[in-house]
């Protein structure tokens, strides 16, 4: 009698072990009944799995919280549920819930930095496109250890925060966003360009301060080769860049800038005044987008040494002095 009863016991204790693995199941991997929809959900750093699993379910994103926690120990504990912004498409198993915590499908949100931007100026953008700290950015971006390899005299990052199309999650640090635009750069200046900068004698800190001055002089794509050729011309020769950009730096840096350049400007006591001294200035006056680096690395064959405004975007190119006043008379009047 007592082994009937045992085995009555241990059969109905196996169908029970049955029909709740069974319930189980059919819990974690069916579908809630939740409406079709967009559904945003957080997870902040350092929630527990059981708070994850509590919000889930007020959200009615999951219908029940002890599907979730089983299914998280039997199969993806210890992993964690990564922090972040979401967007479920509902309606999801639970699974597939836990599943896409897992994995970090979280949301990210796109920022561009145009070419041609300051420091202070990316601080700027970043702080209005993703209101990142502007002070925390411009700090991150004095971590010069990050290009160390390839420019062991930089103050700073100016230069090498690549412009571009970046996608980042809602809480990133500024850290990670310099980190990101140095990656960028070290991509997009490979060991060709290396090797180029080399054949032309420069070094990849002089062919990113070149850059940054084609960079502020055009925005035309057929002039950039142009520009780097006049001042390739230049420093060859040892001739002033005569670059107004440069100025303009300057007198940004320290607050001064009105907006247009002046005369009395030209005489600016700076390092950065390539009208008063010769060759590169000390640092790159911007960041420059590839463009302007393929250009400083491959200036256009030709002799000039000048060119003005036209006044339209566009440049005057010369070869003489005379031709370049000739040209100032026309377009500067």
């Known amino acids: 009698m007592t082994n009937k009863i045992l ?14 693995s069974a319930w189980f199941v059919h819990e ?10 967009k559904v945003k959900f957080e997870v902040l750093s350092g929630q527990s799995v059981t708070t994850i699993a509590r919000e889930l379910k007020d959200k009615k994103i999951i219908k029940r919280t002890w599907p979730f926690l089983g299914g998280y120990r039997l199969f993806f504990s210890p992993a964690s549920l990564k922090a972040g912004e979401y967007s479920f498409l509902l309606p999801l198993s639970t699974k597939d819930v836990l599943s896409i915590l897992i994995e970090g499908h979280i949301i990210l949100h796109s920022v561009t930095i145009p070419e041609g931007l300051t420091r202070s100026e990316t601080a700027e953008q970043l702080n209005s496109q993703y209101s990142i700290d502007k002070d925390s950015f411009l700090r991150s971006s004095l971590n010069t250890k990050l ?60 062919i990113v301060i070149l850059a940054s001055l084609i960079e502020k002089e055009t925005s035309l794509p057929e002039e950039r080769s142009l520009v780097s050729a006049v001042f390739h011309n230049r420093l060859r020769i040892g001739m002033k860049l005569d670059c107004d950009p440069t100025i303009v730096y300057a007198l940004k840096q320290a607050g001064k800038y009105k907006g247009r350049l002046l005369t009395k400007d030209l005489k600016l006591d700076s390092p950065y005044n390539t009208y008063l001294n010769r060759g590169l200035p000390p640092g790159p006056i911007a960041n420059p987008g590839q463009a302007s680096l393929k250009a400083a690395l491959n200036p256009a064959d030709v002799k000039y040494l000048y060119f003005v405004s036209r006044n339209d975007g566009s440049h005057q190119f010369s070869l003489t002095f005379r031709e370049h006043q000739n040209a100032v008379n026309k377009y500067q009047k």
């Open 7 to 20: 085995k009555n016991s241990l059969l109905a204790a196996v169908v029970i072990v049955l029909l709740a």
């Open 28 to 37: 974690f991997n069916s579908r809630t009944k939740s409406p079709a929809g």
């Open 147 to 206: 290009i160390y390899e390839l420019d062991k005299e930089a103050k700073d990052l100016e230069g090498y925060l690549f412009p571009e199309t970046y996608h980042f999650p809602k809480d990133i640090t500024a850290d990670k966003i310099v980190s990101a635009m140095i990656d960028q750069f070290k991509k997009t200046f490979s060991d060709e360009e290396k090797s180029r900068a080399e054949e032309l004698g420069m070094n990849i800190r002089a």
